[in-house]
């Protein structure tokens, strides 16, 4: 059976490596959930939060990373800004 790539196993603030497109092999932070196929990702550099790209989840790779920092602030509604999106992935090393 075919595996179907769906957002059940992602997450928001989940660090992910783009696998297909213009940004392929950088690394972004999951912002949103669209619905069952798409997710929004940013890093603050290449894709800003207010321009975040609506990517397919079978075009990214999960890593077993997430930004709790990142989720925190979604979940409340906090504001995030492009270079705290950086310093995060700069602190994993990803960026």
């Known amino acids: 059976m075919k595996k179907v790539n769906t957002t059940h196993e992602i997450t928001v603030g ?32 290449l894709r800003k939060i207010d321009k975040a790209k609506k990517k397919k989840v079978k075009h990214l790779q999960k890593y077993n990373i997430i930004s709790n920092e990142v989720k925190k602030r979604i979940e409340n509604d906090e504001k995030i800004s492009n270079l705290f999106l950086r310093r995060e992935l700069e602190k994993l090393g990803l960026s």
């Open 14 to 45: 989940q660090i992910v490596k783009s696998k297909a497109g213009r940004d392929k092999d950088r690394a972004f932070i999951v912002i949103g959930i669209v619905d069952e196929q798409y997710v929004l990702i940013a890093d603050g550099d």
